[in-house]
């Protein structure tokens, strides 16, 4: 799976006045009419159930300048809090509530619709309810265990 190339995103969601973010590279478009979205993230760490909780999601894609974000909501450092994580970037709410990352390149807000658990990991399928654009500049993209631009 390290040859597989992969836009770096980092999925979020709030419930209950918690905040959570993932750094992610399995996320993709299901449809555009209705317009949705897939993100998969680990099912066997328990603070991810917070997204099933919560019923919204936010997919945030990074562009080459974000590193700093990959790596820290990557969870490679576990001193780090989330709210020292969410202090890193620039975040605002559209329709769901989800935190959106304000200039990543692109971010879905989404309305959860489908959660399914396939092997290590949940597949969360939102409706896009909320869409953001930061400036155009070049895509963070993570392959051969490091990271790449396009």
């Excluded at 993932?22 to 159930?49: E, F, R």
Aim: negative net charge; contains cysteine; proline residues 3%.
């Amino acid at each position: 799976m390290s040859r597989y190339a992969g836009h770096v995103q980092i999925v979020t969601t709030a419930h209950d006045g918690e905040r959570r973010g993932v750094t992610i590279t399995a996320a993709c478009s299901v449809s555009d009419s209705p317009a949705m979205v897939l993100a998969c993230v680990n099912a066997s760490n328990s603070k991810n159930a917070i997204f099933e909780k919560s019923g919204h999601f936010a997919l945030n894609a990074l562009a080459a300048d974000q590193i700093h974000l990959a790596n820290a909501f990557s969870g490679r450092d576990p001193s780090m809090t989330p709210q020292e994580r969410f202090a890193l970037g620039d975040w605002q709410e559209l329709a769901t509530g989800a935190p959106v990352l304000k200039n990543a390149l692109a971010a879905f807000d989404c309305r959860l619709v489908e959660l399914t658990v396939m092997a290590t990991h949940m597949v969360l399928i939102g409706e896009v309810m909320g869409v953001s654009f930061g400036e155009h500049r070049p895509a963070l993209i993570y392959m051969d265990r490091g990271y790449h631009t396009l």
